[in-house]
């Protein structure tokens, strides 16, 4: 099995757990159409916000990515890993080693969570390529709803998603695809841009995947 876009297929709604845990049990890390070596473009804004060592950095989505790797390198002692996909937060767990213990991992359903739902004062929303998978209204607004709910105020949110000139689908699955303004719009007038970039994401098979990023700081809430 590979991750190639052309030869997946969209699963049933009801099937993405176990859709995301196959793909995951099938590859290497390294062999996903969204690997990337280095989460430089995150780690970027992670820094611009200035945020302590010790701040509450919630990753939605993280899968099996490096980026964690390169946090707890850099010293971030309280992060948390969220996926879907208990296979994804395994390998990432058996990857890092001693290191996990400086990790909280929870499987969780962003739009309907049930752990990630608990949690308190996020200093950071840290999410790559997540928010582009939810199509319908309903699952917009709940994802925004549990960001506004747990980011505390002065806190960050991290969103890369692909742009308006990016792919129309990632492993066979449809993809809202945004702009700034677009993001900005979802996030209401609490939240300010602090910055916005393109990017475009080489993956693994050579393919260009144009990504917008942007950085947001929570003003009121």
């Known amino acids: 099995m590979t991750t190639k876009e052309s030869e997946c297929t969209i699963p049933d709604v009801n099937l993405l757990k176990k859709h995301w845990d196959t793909a995951y049990k099938n590859n290497p ?6 690997f990337e070596e280095s989460s430089k473009e995150t780690i970027e804004l992670l820094e611009k916000s200035k945020v302590a060592k010790d701040a ?11 980026l ?23 390998d990432l767990k058996a990857r890092l080693g001693e290191d996990a213990s400086e990790v909280t991992f929870i499987t969780d359903d962003l739009i309907n969570p049930v752990q990630l739902q608990e949690l308190q004062n996020i200093d950071v929303w ?16 709940a994802y925004f709803n549990l960001l506004k709910q747990l980011v505390t105020v002065d ?15 990632c492993c066979g699955l449809p993809l809202q695809r945004y702009n700034t303004e ?7 007038d609490d ?3 602090v910055e916005a970039f393109n990017h475009t994401f080489i993956n693994p098979y050579g393919n260009e995947r144009p990504y917008i990023y942007t950085l947001f700081q929570r003003k009121n809430k």
């Open 29 to 34: 890390t390294e062999k996903l159409g969204w």
């Open 191 to 193: 939240f300010v841009l």
């Open 56 to 66: 509450k950095i919630l990753n939605v989505g993280v899968g099996s990515s490096m």
């Open 155 to 169: 806190g960050f949110v991290i969103i890369a998603v692909f742009a308006l000139d990016g792919a129309e689908k």
């Open 182 to 188: 677009m993001l900005q719009k979802k996030l209401g």
């Open 126 to 141: 840290n999410d790559r390529a997540v928010l582009h998978f939810f199509l319908r209204e309903e699952e917009q607004t």
């Open 68 to 90: 964690i790797d390169e946090l707890v390198g850099k010293g971030y002692t309280q992060l948390i890993a969220n996926d879907l996909s208990d296979k994804a937060l395994d």
